[in-house]
């Protein structure tokens, strides 16, 4: 019953948040549906969960929107071979990718938020060439209808994000190798001293980050069986504001899982029930903004808050 | 950097040896650029012509205005701003609308001005309060572009008449305002980022900031003052992009983030903060410059010039940043 309890309080804000986001859509827009909302934008939620890897972690990866632009792209280029297959095979590429990327900052000690954003510029020039420097599309558009199938209320597309999500809140919280990700985000110093290997976990974390990405940015190209070169780059501030939203610290070290889905479905109702009620993307575009600056000057005070709190009950101490 | 490690015992050495790392790092993009201006001669029949001369100039000046003021954000340890396509492009519509309404050009780059600094006052006021810059510009850009959208309605907003663009096309004794401009703006952010208190206060910031506030910096005020700095950049470079193009639509210019940001990158500012200078950034935009129009020049398509671009970047921060870790050893 306490175990409950302690869930509840320290997923209260975001819950809460959550039920007002909700409420409010169902109140200005009667014909809302959570689940339609939530399905169009699966894939943010994947990519929203590789950024809080690699912020668990204590770094920034600022290039998983153009790695999920890759994605797309090699993905509808190799759709010739079963769409599934060239789905694998551009997730594998784009994971050994991350993991390069992982080792390099690592090796050179190199301030990951200066690399990535180098690698982004890369990367989407990358994407450029796969594409040809035009927007393609899959030549069978029967293709896609794989994904389009239902089990139970589930659709493909939310398991496998599901799934994903699972798979990684367990490796995060129940494996060495999770683990040692938030010694390394929380304190890295007396986590490297404590011989916790710094090159593994920077490859597994930008491994994770990089998969990540090309999922979200491989399913919605497979879904849709188009790709364009410039596509997917609000993917970065919308994932970033869903992890950030949800309650992943970006000062690294706190965040599970289950604060991304949190993050993930505050944000993916708000934009789709705006989406929903006419409005253009622009809006939707400006009131994520407005979140992800509420969400970090929330967070901010709060700290402030339990800071000053902390102190005048060590005051009190000391005078009793 | 000028911490000393281990013995003493060979020390002279040793500041021999970081002289000259410190040295190689600071020529290597100079270098570059004259490096490749020899081999475009070559290789590139019509290279030296007015025409282009004048197309790398003019847009280097644009990207270097920019980028000689977010050095200041970089030296104040506050990394990069993500945000700059969006306040450009509120700049620049707010230029033209206040132009065509009032009939007065200078005006309307007042307006764009002050709204820069606006922005960047309440930008620079959350940084301040020690919150995430990227994360911060980041956000403040969305809003900013999902608020310029709203504004015009998504709609291209033209400048009334040609007047519009006479910042882009004034030239005194042949050289264009926009480069003017570069030389005047480089030169005030390098006298306020490196002879004036702010910018002594800025470096020292950048440098430590836990020094820096318990020796009675304010942390806010320095990150408002290196904001402020920044913006008037954007707010000159905004007046100057769009008296070029006589339109804008809210999704235009994408690529200048990207493009301001690596010129600071490769220009040598260390993104940790402390040591930089805004000449090293214009030095970095006139290296992209350059490079783009060899490229567009040699017909090279857009994609390949996006992923060279890619590459540079990557190859010089890596280079940059192993120079600068040999010169401090």
Known sequence: MSSVRSWFTRYALQLVVLAIVIVSMYALYPEFRVEASVERLIPLGVIAAGLAVTMIAGEFDLSIASMAALAGALTVVLAGNGLIVALLIAIAACTLLGMLQGWAIATLGINSLVFTIGTLVLIRGLTWLVCGGLAISIDDFSASDIFYGRYLFLSPLSITALCILIALGVFLSRTRWGRELYALGSARPEAIAAGVPYRRGMVIAFGISAACGAVGGGLTSALSGSAAPNGLESMLVLGIAAALVGGVSIAGGRGTMVNVLLGFAIISVLSAGLAGMGAKAFVSQLITGIFLLAIVLAEYFIARLGEHGNRTRLKQLAEA | ?329
Do not use: C
């Open chain 2, 1 to 329: 950097m000028t911490t000393i490690q281990g013995s003493t015992i060979g020390f002279q050495d040793r500041a021999g040896y970081r002289r000259t790392m410190n040295g190689i790092r600071n020529s290597t993009l100079p270098i570059l650029i004259v490096l490749v201006f020899i081999v475009a001669s070559i290789s590139v029949p019509q290279f030296f012509t007015f025409e282009t001369v004048r197309a790398i100039l003019l847009a280097t000046s644009i990207t270097g205005i920019m980028a000689a003021g977010m050095t200041a954000l970089t030296l104040s340890g506050n990394l990069f701003s993500l945000g700059v396509t969006a306040s450009v492009v509120l700049s620049g519509v707010l230029y033209l609308r206040t132009a065509n309404a009032t009939g007065s050009i200078f005006l309307g780059a007042l307006v764009a001005i002050l709204a820069a600094l606006v922005l960047g006052l309440g930008q620079g006021f959350i940084v301040g309060l020690g919150l995430n810059p990227v994360v911060v510009t980041l956000g403040a850009g969305a809003v900013i572009y999902g608020s310029t959208a709203m504004i015009t309605g998504g709609e291209v907003v033209a400048a009334g008449s040609r007047d519009a663009g006479r910042f882009a096309t004034f030239a005194v004794a042949g050289i264009p305002l926009p480069v003017l401009m570069l030389v005047a703006f480089t030169a005030v952010a390098w006298f306020l980022t490196e002879r004036t208190t702010i910018g002594r206060d800025v470096h020292l910031v950048g440098w430590n900031k836990d020094t820096a506030r318990n020796s009675g910096i304010s942390f806010m005020a320095t990150t408002i003052w290196a904001f402020l700095i920044f913006s008037v950049g954007i707010g000159i470079a905004a007046v100057l992009q769009v008296s070029q193009t006589l339109q804008v639509q809210a999704d235009n210019f994408p690529e200048i983030t990207m493009n301001v940001v690596a010129a600071v990158l490769i220009g040598g500012t260390a993104v940790t903060g402390g040591d930089g200078s805004p000449i090293k950034s214009v030095i970095g935009a006139l290296f992209i410059a350059t490079t783009t129009q060899i490229m567009v020049l040699a017909g090279v398509e857009q994609g390949m010039r996006y992923f060279v671009l890619g590459v540079v970047v990557v190859v010089l921060v890596i280079t940059l940043h192993l120079l600068r870790r040999a010169g401090s050893r």
